[in-house]
């Protein structure tokens, strides 16, 4: 089944412990990208990758990292986390050369205490 | 800067109503508007439109563009409960596959 996976789906942390939310899809997409969403403000794009070793900014960038060694894997670190970043996380991919459809994850809902 | 705007925010109808949700867009070099039906959980794909007055439809829902105008409408009839979610649009410019996403448009359904 074609489908995008993120782990954990729930996580509840403490400022400033780092911690890594996984994003892995079955589908061979070049494009992965992360967002987060939050009441009233919508969707709103982390960070992305056109293809591996190939990332770049979204629109809410700061305290996040991203990399992309593998096709398949798209993790997520927050190294520092603060409260600011509790929020419900979405992977999403799609094929880069056709249609721009984007797949999404099942989130994971984060609160940092 | 690319702005989508959905309207309304929030709705309320009975069951059997038909709703027509809108979304507006402004972006540099459209490409593509995408639908997507939320419920509880991650956001689901219901279309994509590329071209003006072309309407794609999935049973009872329907959805056009109108690209002099810069918006779109997604109609639902005969609504159901389970037809209840976040609806959002998503606009795509010819700038790097990102989406900017509108913030959504809640529906409720009551029996």
């Known amino acids: 089944e074609a489908q995008v996976t993120q782990n954990p789906r729930y996580l509840i942390t403490v400022t400033g412990k780092k911690l890594t939310v996984t994003c892995s899809q079955n589908m061979n997409h070049e494009y992965m990208s992360w967002y987060r969403q939050d009441p009233g403000l919508g969707l709103r794009q982390i960070y992305y990758?056109?293809?591996?070793?190939?990332?770049d900014k979204g629109d809410v960038p700061e305290g996040y990292k991203v990399s992309r060694k593998e096709k398949r894997n798209f993790p997520l670190i927050l190294e520092s986390p603060s409260p600011n970043q509790t929020s419900l996380y979405f992977c999403a991919s799609s094929d880069a050369g056709g249609l721009n459809i984007q797949y999404f994850g099942a989130g994971t809902r984060l609160s940092v205490l | 800067e690319d702005k989508v705007v959905q309207s309304p925010l929030s709705l309320v109808v009975h069951e059997g109503d038909t709703v027509t949700l809108n979304c507006s867009y402004e972006v540099t070099n459209f490409r593509s508007l995408l639908w997507y039906k939320q419920e509880k959980k991650a956001p689901t794909f219901l279309f994509m439109l590329t071209s003006s007055g072309i309407e794609k439809k999935s049973g009872r829902l329907s959805s056009i563009l109108d690209k002099k105008e810069l918006f779109s409408i997604l109609n639902i009839t005969a609504t159901q409960t389970g037809d209840s979610a976040i609806y959002l649009c998503?606009?795509?410019?010819?700038?790097?596959?990102?989406?900017?996403f509108g913030k959504g448009t809640s529906l409720l359904v009551t029996p």
């Open positions: 998503a606009v795509e410019a010819n700038s790097g596959y990102a989406l900017n």
């Open positions: 990758s056109m293809n591996v070793e190939v990332t």
